[in-house]
């Protein structure tokens, strides 16, 4: 029986001794995301005692502030317009994007904001969080906002040589404030239309066209830049066949004329020369890699094992359909590189964080990649500026500025299209900027997506 006894105490004495390692491994390794769960109610138990900081746009536009008349209350001056940028914060349903992320500063915690807020307590001043300073330019925003409309979507606008986000619009959006969140939060959860998706950063499409940007650096890399290919309109890859758009033939073309009138059949067919190995100079572009970046974004990815992967596959791949999924950010990421002379930038979106002349976090200017030489920047730089002055791309052309573009039309699951354009912009003075435009199932052409880069860039840069 004291045998028995022993055993029993010994197997629970190791039961209890394996919950506790389990607990403070859990504990240390999973602190920083048990902190920022939503499911932690001591983030708002401290807010009552704390007043949230405030988020500004570049220019000191108020975006988000703290309500205390009104029991802490969160106010959100333009509604929905920032939503997929600053989030919501809610005591019912937690707290999304910069409002999560950079929930530390806001809420005056940590070593820095805790130190701030005893010496505040200590000179009979009120706690309060520290504020942040977006890149984000509210003028452009608002009327990125206006010419996207009511369509499905988004709009993004970045400096190419910093990574700075001017403008990142997402639709269909909601208005995060309360107590109108929690009135809609069951409608919002079962809308068809998906409104808590930040498109911008959340959403996988195949890029189509734009994607040739990619497979055309493959194609110079191979020096099949100028190998001839016979364009009849349409084409059998692998059993599979590639159209162009209307099955309008080009003749006997190079890359550059391919590239200015999107010719799938060009690219479909100089994807099955290269074969897998051309595949393989995406991978410079990050494709598969996660972004660092302020909010949280997907990973564009090809979802196909290279390896298994059939002459039809590739040619797939190559003009942008296929198991090709990328966010728009991504794609904003890539044309940076194109821009610059081969250097991508880091996109971010937070400036800095501070209270009065302290600032506790200040942003770093980051480069994760240079998939370009300078050479293969230049010569993809001019195929652009042809898209926009000759081909596909025309209705993005603006007096005045110099722009560069490609145009998508990329099929999916549905009969509508998804409709991109994607390019960059510089002025008389040297200004530039990037911009991707994707238009969820619109199913008209990419002419419409280009139309709108165009009225961005010329209000941005005109």
């Given at each position: ?43 708002y ?71 701030i ?19 984000i ?46 009135e ?15 498109r ?28 001839l ?78 390896s ?19 966010t ?6 890539v ?34 990649a ?15 500026a ?59 052409g ?17």
């Amino acid at each position: 029986m004291n045998k028995r006894i022993i055993l029993l105490m010994t197997f629970v004495g190791v039961l209890f001794m394996f919950m506790a390692v389990y607990l403070s491994l859990f504990g240390v390794l999973k602190a920083d995301e048990l902190e920022k769960s939503v499911y932690n109610q001591r983030l708002y138990d401290r807010e009552n005692e704390i007043e949230r900081g405030t988020i500004y746009d570049r220019n000191g536009v108020v975006l988000a502030h703290t309500d205390l008349s009104e029991g802490s209350e969160r106010i959100y001056p333009y509604k929905d317009l920032y939503t997929h940028i600053i989030g919501y914060n809610s005591k019912m349903y937690g707290k999304s994007k910069i409002e999560l992320s950079f929930n530390e500063y806001l809420a005056g915690e940590g070593a820095v904001g805790t130190a701030i807020n005893i010496a505040s307590e200590a000179l009979g001043e009120e706690k309060k969080g520290m504020d942040l300073t977006l890149t984000i330019d509210h003028k452009l925003q608002s009327y990125a906002s206006d010419v996207l409309g009511n369509k499905k979507g988004c709009v993004i606008v970045m400096d190419p040589e910093t990574g700075k986000i001017r403008a990142m619009v997402s639709k269909p959006t909601f208005n995060p404030a309360e107590p109108i969140l929690s009135e809609e939060w069951e409608n919002l959860t079962e809308r068809e239309d998906s409104p808590f998706l930040a498109r911008a950063t959340g959403g996988l499409y195949a890029p189509g066209s734009t994607w040739k940007i990619l497979t055309s650096v493959a194609v110079m890399r191979n020096g099949l830049e100028e190998e001839l290919i016979k364009d009849e309109g349409k084409i059998l890859v692998g059993g599979r066949e590639y159209t162009n758009s209307k099955e309008k033939p080009y003749g006997e073309i190079t890359l550059k004329e391919a590239f200015y009138n999107s010719s799938n059949v060009y690219f479909a067919k100089m994807g099955s020369v290269m074969g897998k190995e051309g595949l393989s100079d995406y991978g410079d572009f990050l494709l598969g890699r996660e972004i660092d970046f302020d909010i949280p974004t997907a990973t564009s990815v090809l979802s196909d094992k290279v390896s298994k992967m059939n002459e039809a596959d590739i040619a797939s791949t190559s003009i942008g359909q296929g198991k090709l999924q990328v966010t728009p950010l991504f794609m904003t990421m890539v044309a940076s590189g194109v821009a610059n002379g081969g250097k991508m930038v880091m996109p971010y979106l937070v400036e800095k964080a501070g209270r009065g002349s302290f600032v506790a976090y200040e942003a770093e200017e980051k480069s994760p990649a240079k998939p370009l030489t300078a050479s293969e920047a230049e010569k993809l730089k001019e195929m652009m500026a042809l898209c926009v002055s000759e081909g596909t791309g025309r209705n993005a052309r603006v007096s005045g500025l110099d722009v560069c573009g490609k145009t998508g039309t990329a099929q999916n699951e549905t009969e509508k299209s998804h409709d991109w354009f994607l390019g960059f912009a510089e002025n008389k003075e040297g200004e530039k900027a990037v911009i991707c435009v994707m238009l969820e199932y619109n199913g008209v052409g990419s002419s419409e997506a280009a139309l709108m880069a165009g009225r961005v860039f010329s209000y941005w840069l005109g």
